[in-house]
């Protein structure tokens, strides 16, 4: 089977840290660009951050600038979200995806639960 599961997501005091992981199984993550994505109540799913295939590449949401670091291990078959810095506003569903774009993507995982509280 071909998907891509998330998880490394929780409960967080404003300031703390997360690391969100992407593992894939039933293809090769090596092969594509993997997005990060987010999904706030009440809000449209939105791009937070993307990877190329090769790790040269990457590409931020201005809200996340300087604060996320996404990076990818290959030969585990992952991509992480390193998430720093938290803020509230950060609370959302997390998923991710091969493409870079929401409109891109054809289906979705379950996603991971952020939330950002103190």
């Known amino acids: 089977q071909v998907q891509l599961v998330e998880s490394g997501g929780g409960l967080v005091q404003p300031g703390g840290s997360l690391r969100l992981s992407c593992s894939a199984s039933?293809?090769?993550?090596?092969?594509?660009?993997i997005g990060w994505f987010r999904q706030a109540p009440g809000k449209e799913r939105e791009a937070v951050s993307c990877?190329?295939?090769?790790?040269?590449?990457?590409n931020y949401a201005d809200s996340v600038k300087g604060r996320f670091t996404i990076s990818r291990d290959n030969g585990k078959n992952t991509v992480y979200l390193q998430m720093n810095s938290l803020k509230p506003e950060d609370t959302a569903i997390y998923y991710c995806?091969?493409?870079?774009?929401?409109?891109?993507?054809?289906?979705w995982g379950q996603g991971t639960q952020v939330t950002v509280s103190s």
């Open positions: 995806a091969t493409g870079c774009q929401v409109r891109s993507v054809g289906s």
């Open positions: 990877i190329s295939s090769s790790a040269g590449s990457t």
């Open positions: 039933g293809f090769f993550l090596r092969y594509y660009y």
